[in-house]
């Protein structure tokens, strides 16, 4: 079995500020971090590996900073890590981003067949949750998002049953590999690194990837060329400075709070009664 793990370097978003000049995001002297939701998708492909077998392979685009993300990931028990970085991936959104990575996991998939592809469920300097989506559709895989439990994966009938959280209520999802999961936060714990794991990440050669290496040729399709998200602003909300009103009700129960709450509403909104009763009629 093959699982490849999406990961990225992010800075550690709470230490981020925006300049109160430019509105831009002041990323000096920020750490930087594994973006925490990659670390659940690399937990459970860690489980996966020690139940079945297998080999863990970790993949990001980034700058050559990002070689420490990857490292972490050694440590943490992947098997081995690529950076795919280059010049001309400078500046992608989301659709030049799965472009290139789905290229990359497809090249990974020359050396050895990717039976699953893992990705968290979304990064915490973007929150857009598009990539792994993306890389999916691309590749022409299976999708299952925002999952919190892998149940059962069986490799003679090459099937997968996760639980996915869904607005209302669980769904339990079976389906065929090879597939992407991205998983979401709490699903698992993260292990600890093991010292022959953590050794082993300081001495490991770490495949870096250029463009032509990940098996991309078309220039347009990458970095701003292949990127038709543009960011307008970028800005900090303003503090709010109205101060929280203190209502009394008549006692604790929750038919009077909520009579006092209704009435103090329909006062300071004259009209809402007369919407909501127009809504209903």
């Known amino acids: 079995m093959h699982i490849v793990v999406c990961i990225k370097q992010v800075p550690d978003s709470a230490q981020i500020r925006v300049h109160p000049v430019t509105n831009t995001i002041m990323r000096q002297g ?7 939701y990659d670390l659940f998708s690399l937990e459970e492909a860690l489980r996966l590996k020690d139940v079945h077998g297998g080999r863990v392979t970790v993949i990001t685009m980034g700058p050559p900073q990002a ?14 890590a690529i950076l795919v ?9 989301t659709l030049a981003t799965s472009y ?23 990064t915490i300097d973007g929150d857009t949750a598009q990539v792994g989506p993306g890389i999916a559709k691309r590749m022409d895989l299976q999708l299952l998002t925002y999952v919190s439990q892998v149940d059962a994966l069986d490799l003679m009938t090459r099937t997968v049953r996760v639980q996915r959280r869904a607005e209302g209520g669980v769904q ?40 032509v290496a990940a098996g991309i040729d078309d ?6 060329k292949g990127s038709p998200t543009v960011v307008s602003k970028v800005f900090a909300p303003q503090a709010r400075t109205q101060r929280a009103e203190i209502i009394d009700t008549e006692s604790g129960e929750p038919r009077d ?16 009664g007369e919407a909501i ?5």
Request: aromatic share 6%.
């Open 100 to 122: 290139a990575l789905a290229s990359a996991i497809t090249q990974i998939g020359k050396d050895q067949a990717v039976d699953m592809v893992f990705a968290g469920k979304q």
């Open 30 to 36: 920020v750490p930087a971090i594994v973006n925490p």
């Open 277 to 281: 009763s127009k809504r209903a009629t």
């Open 172 to 211: 339990v999802l079976t389906t065929k590999l090879p597939c992407l999961v991205t998983m979401l936060e709490g699903s698992n714990e993260m292990r600890f690194a093991s010292m022959d794991n953590m050794f082993r990440a300081a001495r490991y050669q770490l495949k870096v990837w250029d463009r």
């Open 219 to 224: 220039v347009g399709k990458i970095g701003l």
């Open 85 to 93: 970085t280059d010049r001309a991936f400078a500046g992608a959104d």
């Open 67 to 80: 070689e420490a993300a990857l490292r972490k990931c050694i440590a943490f028990g992947a098997d081995e």
């Open 257 to 272: 709070i909520a009579l006092t709450l209704l009435s103090k509403l329909f006062t300071q909104h004259p009209k809402l």
